[in-house]
């Protein structure tokens, strides 16, 4: 027996389904409307992007050439943001400072909210006495100021790029963790992470293909939220002259230094790290508030902004 499909009446007309593109159009419209704070954090976070990748070719000096006979001018049309008392343009020693922030955020994020996710993830996970010394080892790493913590690290290890990220990194490990293992030891016990242990499943593949993708939701908020704790801290061992080294720009060395000492014949220098701190900061701690109202279930809907 054939069935055959009718055909559509005369004047009826075939809606086509929307394209990827439309969808995704969609989704970011409806992210701008519901929580503008958040998508003006990520607007920031894209222009700190941008200015990493590109910020060599967009600062009109070199950051950090010196002109004494430009020395301590203040904003104008060749010099947006001033000069420094050695003539060294103020914009360009911004952008190039937003450089350094990046690469040390991200950088001490990915090592140190990396480690700290997956000793988390284990612990959670196994639970027993790994478990119980896992978190002991995280309440003496917690009760250390991460502040007093890296500038410690940073004096053992002696002043660096690198030796600045290492400092920071360790500091995000406990705060990983401790996300991480509570939403492992959720997962852990749901009935479809019981029937994979039922049906023969290795520890690894229960793991890595069944807790784990469920705990990347809340890490994501941590990591988003980890990058401006980063950020603060990199400025703050810079103020303190341990941080950054020369002739690499830093927003905080920019502050206690020349900043410091004029700040009340040329406020601009001061005032414009600081500024970039601020804004950069609220950034992504609204963009991470943002990102954990869409990601957890249970805020979405709620109408928070």
């Known amino acids: 027996m054939n069935i055959r499909t ?6 009826d ?5 929307p394209s990827v593109w439309a969808v995704q159009r969609h989704k970011l419209w409806r992210f701008i409307v519901n929580k503008p704070l ?67 955020g991200f950088a001490a994020v990915i090592v140190g909210t990396g480690f700290g996710g997956l000793w988390g993830l284990v612990s959670g996970y196994t639970g027993g006495r790994f478990d ?4 002991r080892l995280i309440d003496i790493l917690q009760s250390i100021p991460t502040l007093a913590l890296a500038l410690v690290i940073v004096a053992s ?15 995000l490990i406990a705060i990983a963790a401790r996300v991480v293992r509570g939403s492992a030891i959720t997962i852990r016990n749901m009935n479809y992470v019981e029937a994979a242990v039922c049906s023969g499943a290795s520890w690894r593949r229960v793991v890595f293909r069944h807790v ?32 950054v080294p020369p002739p690499h ?20 220098l001061s005032l414009a790290p600081g500024m970039a701190i601020v804004i950069v900061v609220m950034a992504f701690n609204l963009f ?18």
């Open 6 to 11: 009718p055909s559509p009446a005369v004047g």
């Open 13 to 17: 007309t075939l809606i086509a389904p």
């Open 38 to 104: 958040g998508a003006g954090g990520a607007a920031v976070v894209l222009v700190m992007l941008f200015l990493t990748v590109f910020g060599s070719y967009l600062t009109p000096y070199n950051p950090i050439d010196m002109r004494f006979d430009e020395r301590l001018e203040s904003p104008n049309p060749s010099h947006v943001l001033g000069t420094d008392p050695y003539g060294r343009d103020v914009f360009s020693n911004i952008i190039g400072g937003a450089r350094i922030s990046i690469y040390v």
């Open 132 to 135: 119980l010394i896992s978190q």
């Open 157 to 171: 290890l002696g002043s660096s790029l690198n030796n600045v990220v290492i400092a920071i990194s360790i500091g």
């Open 212 to 243: 784990l993708p469920n705990c990347m939701p809340p890490y994501l908020v941590v990591a988003t939220a980890a990058l401006g704790i980063a950020i603060l801290q990199e400025a703050s061992l810079s103020f303190l002259g341990v941080g």
């Open 249 to 268: 720009p830093s927003w905080g060395r920019m502050l206690s230094g020349i900043g410091r000492d004029y700040l009340l014949i040329a406020p601009w």
């Open 288 to 305: 991470g508030d943002a990102l954990r109202d869409i990601l957890d279930p249970r805020l979405r809907g709620t109408g928070r902004r």
